[in-house]
């Protein structure tokens, strides 16, 4: 597929996530302003975090162009120094939407036989946020980064086409356990030697990697921080003149543990918040104009866990449901310090 012309102009609107790799950041093309893309922004990458950067980048325009018009998958629009465009892929990630009909696993498999034709392998849907339910019930997949694109279809292509099944199936074993065949359950049983190999070896490197140096972390440790800082935290911003409420939550720190993220209600700036607390107290302080409250005047705090958390799909879907709770909202996901995807497990 050829690159899209270079009239094509991106207005950004929210940064999604952010790693030494690159930022993601969603917007709307100023040709047309109705139709939402993602740009995953390059020309911020540090040097030395350049070339793995621009590995992985081609990976994924070679994977999304061999994909192009696959029902399912995002389209590339344009690439530039600045970065790769592509479509915005509605839908609700698979651990908020947990599908348990037949229909989105039909339409899940008819997506990775379609890639499987075009010689392509996604190689990271173990992430069930990789995975979509779209507004119709069907089936998309995202995030190409670690696709590979097969010339051949040799012994490597099969056991990752096998791979990207048996990913699909642990999903299924996780959100619809009783519609997996007796078929399904003897693929899921059976690893790839390949497969073992890497867990034995190659993922302590890969965890390295994703955990030290992109700061992405999928299980974290279990000390309660709250309980061990969080007095002192509150007790050092609740003293400062001009705070007038404050709100703690937990979020993921890089390789192991949990990080404190204060909200402040207060006209403080950034400067005079952050001096309030030691980074050892407390990873992250936000001021907030308002804080979200209950109609008794209780705090919101699962709003609040959840901007601590990024998990902006999730954030969403709650001032869907509750209109009233986006004006405060809002600003605080905007300004939020937490730039990670990772899920956070207590």
Known sequence: MPDAPDTLTFVPETVLKRDVFSETITGHLAEDPERKVVLRKLDGVPWWARPIAMFLARKEIRGLRAVHGIEGVPELLKVDKVGLLRSWSYGTPLQLA???????YRDAKRLLREMRRRG????????????????????????????SVH????PLYRVMAR?????LLKQ?????????????????ARKSLPT????????????FVTRRLMNWQDAEGTEDR????????????SAAPGVRDVALCTYALPSKGVGIYAFAETDLDQAALRALVSEDQA?????????PRRADGSLREDALQLVATNRLDELEMMMQAEPDLAPLLQPIIAGRQNLTDRILKG
């Open 98 to 104: 947990r599908p348990d009909k037949a229909e989105w």
């Open 120 to 147: 392509v392998t996604h190689n990271d849907i173990a992430k069930p946020q990789n995975w979509l339910s779209t507004p119709d019930g069907r089936a998309a997949v995202i995030d190409f980064q670690l696709a």
């Open 151 to 154: 010339r051949r279809r040799g």
């Open 163 to 167: 791979e990207d099944l048996r990913h």
């Open 172 to 188: 299924k074993r996780n959100f619809a356990p009783h519609l997996l065949t007796a078929s399904e359950k003897r693929v899921l």
């Open 196 to 207: 073992r190999i890497w867990m034995a070896t190659g993922k302590r490197a890969y965890n």
């Open 226 to 237: 709250l309980v061990r800082d969080g007095a002192a935290v509150r007790k050092a911003l």
């Open 283 to 291: 990873e992250l302080v936000q001021g907030v104009a308002h804080l």
